[in-house]
Structure formats: C-alpha cells, structure tokens
C-alpha cells in the first residue's frame, strides 16, 4: 500500500510535465498529418525542410497559447460549450501566431 502512494504522489508532482508532453505530442502528430492531407499522403522530399522548419514552431507557440488560455488544466470530464469555445479561441490564436512567424 506504501508503494502505491509513493506511486502516486510521485505521478501528482509529474502532472504537468506529463500534460505538456502530450500536448506536444498531439500538436506533432497533427501538424504531420496537416501536411501529409495537403500533399495527398505523399510528402514531397523538398517539403520536408518546410516541415522540420514549421513543427517546432508550431509546438511551441500552441503550447504556450494553450497555456496562457489555461487549456491545460481542468477536469476534462466535465466540458461546457465555453470550454469548447475557449478551445476553439486557442486553437485559432495559436495558429495565426503561427502563420504569423512563419512570414
């Protein structure tokens, strides 16, 4: 039973790394199959320069916007229309910010 708590408790202080991990994560995998979508599943090899120039910046402003629109916290059991709605706000901000830097 101590094993467990400590397994807990060391879980409770690895929440957040956690969290952002997997946003990354999601962020990665979607800006992938963004660019997968528009070439039609078959990436160009001179567009992977563009891809590997684009993905950091893109997981790192959407992680931040994601964190100033306190998207990263909450129970997300429990999800209203605001939250959709706060969700959608970030994910706008977040990808102008994006095509923003990119200029």
Avoid at 12 to 38: D, E, N, Y
Avoid at 46 to 65: M, S
Avoid at 75 to 102: E, H, K, P, T
Wanted: aromatic residues 14%; charged residues 15%.
């Amino acid at each position: 039973m101590r094993k467990a708590r400590g397994f807990i408790e060391r879980l409770k202080t690895m929440h957040r790394p956690i969290v952002i991990a997997t946003q990354a994560w999601i962020f990665a995998c979607s800006g992938v199959a963004a660019f997968l979508l528009r070439f039609d599943f078959s990436l160009p090899v001179a567009h992977l320069r563009h891809l590997a120039y684009a993905l950091p910046i893109w997981i790192l402003v959407k992680i931040a916007v994601f964190h100033v629109a306190k998207l990263d916290r909450g129970w997300w059991r429990y999800v209203s229309v605001s939250d959709l709605i706060r969700v959608a706000f970030g994910n706008v901000a977040a990808s102008a910010l994006v095509a923003f830097s990119s200029c």
